[in-house]
């Protein structure tokens, strides 16, 4: 059996992080993990390997195979990585990719040493965050967000924020990486699982969450998970 546990992140990084997290995977061959959509970008530390690697934003379901170890994650708000990353949340859509490759390579390497070093590497990985802040986060998103959540129309959407909708496309992938259509799709979904995990009833869910009927939120659990909504909620 494996553990993970989230922490809420120091005061001065809520902004930007939605929380810290670790996990730690026992035993060797522990299987298949899969990861799904919800909208965020992760830094993670193996601390095993000492790797830091950059988890994008994802469109599907991710299947990865985690040997046994520890690692720690700081996971970025919706729209908020681009700040601390430099890059543009779309550069990195469903990629893994080495921290090194987006931070300058002997930063990472030194992050990597201090992490190793730390007696709390959660607290390591938020400072280095805080650190690394290189640019306002695009005043936007909070609009596109909480419009995107309520499924406004991205026509509607774009009025709202006083954007075009080709401006409002391009805001959105560079601060969520994908368009807006998407998000509200990802956001959708991330909200339905919430509530499946914490036991309502799938009909309830697909009602709360605004997909038309049970049906509807099968369709799109599969197309984002690859899975029924009840295999997804069995292998969590």
């Known amino acids: 059996m494996d553990s993970y546990a989230e922490y809420q992140p120091p005061v001065p990084a809520r902004g930007l992080l939605a929380c810290l997290w670790s996990r730690r995977v026992a ?12 909208g965020c970008v992760d830094v993670i530390w193996f601390r095993d390997t000492g ?4 988890a994008g934003p994802d469109t599907r379901a991710h299947l990865t195979h985690l040997a046994g170890g520890d690692l720690v994650g700081a996971r970025f708000r ?49 400072d ?15 609009a596109m967000l909480a419009l995107a959540r ?4 991205v ?5 709202e924020i006083g954007l075009t909708e080709r401006q409002l496309h391009r805001r959105c992938l560079t601060a969520f990486g994908y368009g807006a259509k998407v998000l509200q799709r990802v956001l959708r979904f991330d909200r ?13 869910v697909a009602y709360l969450a605004g997909y038309a009927d049970q049906a509807h939120l099968s369709r799109e659990v599969r197309a984002l998970a690859g899975v029924s909504p009840t295999e997804l909620l069995r292998s969590a």
């Not at 309520?150 to 129309?153: D, F, L, Q, Y």
């Not at 026509?155 to 009025?159: K, L, R, V």
Request: hydrophobic fraction near 40%.
């Open 27 to 38: 035993g060797e061959g522990p299987g298949e993990r899969r990861i799904v959509p919800d």
């Open 150 to 153: 309520e499924g406004t129309r």
């Open 51 to 54: 790797e830091l690697l950059v």
């Open 128 to 142: 280095a965050v805080l650190d690394e802040v290189r640019e306002a986060p695009d005043p936007s998103v909070p």
């Open 192 to 204: 339905a699982m919430d509530l499946a995990r914490d036991g309502t009833e799938l009909a309830d």
């Open 78 to 126: 919706p729209g908020r990585s681009p700040a601390v990353l430099g890059v543009p949340a779309h550069a990195l859509r469903d990629e893994r990719v080495d921290l090194a490759s987006v931070w300058h390579p002997a930063r990472t390497r030194r992050l990597a040493d201090s992490l190793a070093a730390a007696a709390s590497p959660r607290t390591v990985l938020a």
């Open 155 to 159: 026509s509607t959407m774009a009025d």
